[in-house]
């Protein structure tokens, strides 16, 4: 199996079913987790040294961080559904508490931080889908944490990728820090598959093919991108969701095109 490719395990204790680490990943910046929670089951943690967000993937929950408290919050049955999430962003040093009003799936995304922005809920009303692309390279992403939504390093989006279609295509990278050309960002990708027995194909390769690797990847499969282009495909008969979580020395997206397949683009 690739070094790149992370299964999803059986939930633990905690319900924990995925975990990313700098140390795990072999990089800096970006770490990860997805939890799956039953009704009235509880996670506490702490941010440390880290800025978080919480994405409420699926169903409903209570969020406790110290002084704030955001009762019953999350409304969607499916990532699917393609209306946006709720999240909460908190900054390094903060305890925080979930619990579950229902089946729960939540990821955590983390990147260190210094705490230069304060805790606050992110409500579906201030995100929207857009859809980017054409055709069979036509896909439809929502940016959780990005832009103008503020954080020190972290970069979350969520992409709905219909089946038979590509994603993250043409192949880009975002690997070199070499502003305003490009900026260094490592990624995972959470995938998930509708139905859940499907797959698809995720490729991560370098110019100089020191790195290419191309995976199967199947339901809550994670796989990380260090560095190199990362394109996606999505069979026949099996929609594809992923969220990305980025996180580098700078934030802001900027990336270059493979310029073997930049000709698309073109016509």
Same mark, same amino acid.
């Given at each position: 199996?690739?070094?790149?490719?992370?299964?999803?395990?059986?939930?633990?204790?905690?319900?924990?079913?995925?975990?990313?680490?700098?140390?795990?990943?072999?990089?800096?910046?970006?770490?990860?987790?997805?939890?799956?929670?039953?009704?009235?089951?509880?996670?506490?943690?702490?941010?440390?040294?880290?800025?978080? !967000?919480?994405?409420?993937?699926?169903?409903?929950?209570?969020?406790t961080s110290?002084?704030?408290?955001?009762?019953?919050?999350?409304?969607?049955?499916?990532l699917f559904?393609?209306?946006?999430?709720?999240?909460?962003?908190?900054?390094?040093?903060?305890?925080?508490?979930?619990?579950?009003?229902?089946?729960?799936?939540?990821?955590? !995304?983390?990147?260190?931080?210094?705490?230069?922005?304060?805790?606050?809920?992110?409500?579906?009303?201030?995100?929207?889908?857009?859809?980017?692309?054409?055709?069979?390279?036509?896909?439809?992403? !929502?940016?959780?944490?990005?832009?103008?939504?503020?954080?020190?390093?972290?970069?979350?989006?969520?992409?709905?990728?219909?089946?038979?279609?590509?994603?993250?295509?043409?192949?880009?990278?975002?690997?070199?820090?070499?502003?305003?050309?490009?900026?260094?960002?490592?990624?995972?990708?959470?995938?998930?598959?509708?139905?859940?027995?499907?797959?698809?194909?995720?490729?991560?390769?370098?110019?100089?093919?020191?790195?290419?690797?191309?995976?199967?990847?199947?339901?809550?499969?994670?796989?990380?991108?260090?560095?190199?282009?990362?394109?996606?495909?999505?069979?026949?008969?099996?929609?594809?969701?992923?969220?990305?979580?980025?996180?580098?020395?700078?934030?802001?997206?900027?990336?270059?095109?493979?310029?073997?397949?930049?000709w698309m683009?073109?016509?």
């Amino acid at each position: 199996m690739s070094p790149l490719l992370s299964r999803a395990r059986q939930p633990s204790e905690s319900g924990r079913i995925q975990q990313i680490t700098p140390e795990s990943a072999q990089w800096r910046y970006v770490g990860f987790e997805v939890y799956e929670l039953k009704p009235g089951q509880r996670l506490t943690r702490n941010t440390e040294g880290t800025e978080v !967000c919480l994405v409420l993937l699926s169903g409903r929950a209570d969020v406790t961080s110290e002084e704030h408290h955001w009762p019953d919050i999350g409304r969607r049955d499916s990532l699917f559904d393609q209306t946006p999430p709720f999240a909460v962003y908190l900054p390094p040093g903060r305890d925080f508490e979930i619990s579950a009003t229902t089946d729960l799936e939540l990821a955590v !995304c983390r990147a260190p931080a210094k705490g230069q922005y304060p805790p606050r809920l992110i409500r579906p009303e201030e995100l929207e889908y857009v859809t980017r692309g054409t055709g069979t390279n036509e896909r439809r992403v !929502c940016n959780i944490l990005f832009n103008d939504i503020p954080a020190e390093r972290l970069l979350v989006v969520e992409v709905i990728t219909p089946n038979g279609h590509w994603s993250s295509y043409p192949p880009h990278k975002h690997d070199t820090d070499a502003k305003p050309r490009e900026t260094q960002l490592e990624e995972t990708y959470y995938h998930r598959l509708n139905p859940s027995q499907g797959f698809a194909f995720q490729r991560v390769y370098t110019d100089d093919r020191s790195l290419d690797e191309t995976m199967t990847v199947e339901d809550k499969d994670v796989v990380m991108v260090p560095k190199g282009y990362h394109p996606v495909g999505a069979p026949h008969g099996y929609d594809l969701y992923y969220l990305n979580t980025m996180a580098g020395p700078e934030r802001t997206w900027i990336f270059q095109n493979d310029p073997a397949h930049e000709w698309m683009l073109e016509s």
